[in-house]
Nanobody, 117 residues
Framework: QVQLVESGGGLVQAGGSLRLSCAAS????????MGWYRQAPGKQRELVAT??????TNYAASVKGRFTISRDNAKKIDLQMNSLKPEDTGVYYC????????????WGQGTQVTVSS
């Protein structure tokens, strides 16, 4: 089994910065994709950014140029969030996706990010 623990959420003013971290433990494969998704009140969960163990990244258009995802190894990722906007407010969830793909999708508990205007 896989466990994901997020840290680094909080309250920040618009234009400020936050850094989120996610640490994975358990049966982690050397090839996987990890990332961040967020869910605002009344909205569906949406992709923020993902990164593979090979270093390939993918960003939502709304965060490109402001957020940077990085990883230390197969088990830990960070999300540096700069120039935060009120619309970035939501619960941020860490995700890990690995083989076997049909049941290899894991989620953290989430961390709250609130950006005040």
């Amino acid at each position: 089994q896989v466990q994901l623990v997020e840290s680094g959420g909080g309250l920040v003013q618009a234009g400020g910065s936050l850094r989120l971290s996610c640490a994975a433990s358990g049966s982690i494969l050397s090839f996987n994709a990890m990332g961040w998704y967020r869910q605002a009140p009344g909205k569906q969960r949406e992709l923020v950014a993902t990164i593979t163990t090979g270093g390939d990244t993918n960003y939502a258009a709304s965060v490109k140029g402001r957020f940077t995802i990085s990883r230390d190894n197969a088990k830990k990722i960070d999300l540096q969030m700069n120039s935060l906007k009120p619309e970035d407010t939501g619960v941020y969830y860490c995700n890990l996706y690995q083989a076997p793909w049909e049941n290899g999708n894991f989620w953290g508990q989430g961390t709250q990010v609130t950006v005040s205007s």
